[in-house]
């Protein structure tokens, strides 16, 4: 098994954490980080594993809304219905008449006075 193939079985068994996976074939992550750059197959596999683990999370998320968990249920709308069901604000501000905003920076200098 080469190198990259140990260390593809690793990143899958520590679920896509790349500091363990590289302790665990005794490499370093400026080789993982040289192997994506440079390997276009490496690089896809990568993208494979790292997809089931989200595809891991949907499923286990769908689970949890089923079951009624109300944290499942208030994630699942307020990331997925955001014009609905987001927590947050958005604020725009703008000058007279919709203008951009003018900023003025004043800056004043005083100058030393001599210490004897």
């Not at 068994?13 to 490496?42: Q, T």
């Not at 703008?94 to 951009?100: K, N, R």
């Amino acid at each position: 098994m080469t190198k990259k193939e140990q260390f593809l079985k690793s990143y899958k068994s520590n679920m896509g954490h790349i500091s363990d996976s590289c302790e665990a074939v005794k490499m370093s992550r400026n080789a993982y980080y040289d192997w994506l750059k440079s390997d276009p197959k490496f690089a896809q596999k990568i993208s494979e594993i790292d997809e089931s683990f989200i595809d891991l999370a949907e499923c286990a998320l769908r689970k949890n809304i089923k079951a009624g968990i109300q944290k499942a249920v208030e994630f699942a709308l307020t990331n997925l219905k955001k014009e609905k069901y987001s927590n947050t604000q958005k604020t725009e501000l703008s000058g007279p008449g919709g203008a951009p905003l003018t900023f003025i920076i004043e800056k004043s200098y005083e100058k030393e006075k001599n210490v004897k």
